[in-house]
């Protein structure tokens, strides 16, 4: 099982810089959200700096682009990587991609399986195996003159999509290569309801479930005194009521018997007590949303929950605990050589 790092918006010598550190400690690799600054820059600076990482976005905003776009964007990392790189893809939020994007958001998993099929018609083309012509209900593109064709290349090209509900779970199981797990997710939601979708999207697309990887965020928690598990307690308290607060995912409480945790949160949202979200998840909850364990048990606490399940599981707290206390390194350095022996 590979370990990764999370990571956001940075200067390009500071990706770099972490990308040395990451190397260094035996990480795997490095996960790009994209939030407040697009991902692929960092990327191949990150990539420069530390040439035995992967790369990932999880995710990259689909819809505000072209397929073409980000088959051409990802296509080159591959290559500028020696396949070291594969795209990860997601829809966001109606409001973000509507108001904040100014792109159509309708039928979100529909549009996003048009949208993943496209982008491999961009690279069965970039490649030369046949001509552009994808004809799909949101996308249509039939155009590749040879120079703007880019150099063709062999390395695999992989895309993944992020996915909660069962619809994209079925979509990511007909067309992806993997799934990105949302960061707010237990083990019985994984084995009773995203599993099982991903099964049916694969079988209905006649392709092998196994071949589809789960890439799968995680609230680790570490720490040998109370004292020194807190600050990352409280951000993944917060963290998690930030993400439960949305009504989609309310779910996530309820099948464990947290039912009205949602409603709780988003009152305390209205009264503009922001300050106290985490104070509605309780240690109950945590065991089920986060791994909070002294450091010599961590890596196996990470290993029995996620061995057979994640292809990769990827370190949510750890680029900012680090930064706070670089003295942790050394131990998370340990955590991702057991995780990755075992």
Not at 7 to 35: H, K, P, Y
Request: net charge negative; with cysteine; glycine share 6%.
């Amino acid at each position: 099982m590979d370990i990764d790092i999370m990571t956001g918006a940075a200067r390009w010598s500071d990706a770099a810089d972490l990308a040395r550190t990451v190397q260094d400690a035996g990480f795997s690799g490095m996960l790009f959200t994209e939030t407040s600054q697009v991902p692929w820059m960092q990327i191949a600076s990150a990539a420069t700096a530390a040439p035995q990482l992967s790369f990932s976005t999880g995710i990259a905003v689909a819809f505000p682009r072209s397929p073409m776009v980000s088959a051409a964007v990802a296509y080159e990392l591959v290559d500028n990587t020696g396949g070291r790189f594969r795209l990860g893809l997601g829809s966001q939020v109606r409001a973000h991609i509507e108001r904040r994007y100014g792109a159509e958001f309708t039928r979100p998993a529909a549009r996003l399986k048009d949208y993943v099929q496209a982008v491999r018609a961009c690279w069965r083309a970039f490649n030369r195996e046949e001509r552009l012509a994808h004809d799909g209900e949101f996308y249509q593109l039939n155009l590749l003159p040879p120079d703007w064709a880019p150099t063709p290349h062999d390395l695999p090209m992989k895309v993944d999509i992020s996915a909660v509900g069962p619809i994209m779970c079925r979509v990511a199981g007909e067309v992806a290569d993997g799934v990105h797990v949302h960061p707010l997710h237990s083990m019985p939601y994984i084995e009773n309801r995203l599993l099982p979708a991903v099964a049916d999207g694969a079988a209905r697309a006649g392709r092998p479930v196994d071949d589809i990887e789960l890439i799968i965020p995680v609230f680790a928690c570490p720490g040998d005194t109370p004292e020194e598990r807190e600050p990352y307690l409280a951000v993944a308290r917060r963290q998690i009521a930030f993400y439960g607060s949305t009504p989609n995912y309310a779910f996530q409480f309820d099948d464990l018997g947290h039912e009205g945790t949602t409603a709780r949160i988003r009152d305390k949202m209205k009264a503009g007590e922001l300050d106290t979200l985490g104070d509605l998840i309780t240690d109950e909850m945590l065991d089920h949303y986060a791994v909070v364990s002294p450091w010599d048990e961590l890596a196996d606490r990470l290993l029995e929950r996620y061995r057979g399940t994640a292809a990769r599981v990827v370190m949510y707290l750890t680029e900012r605990a680090v930064r706070r206390d670089p003295s942790q390194l050394p131990r998370w350095a340990e955590v991702a050589a057991a995780v990755r022996a075992g």
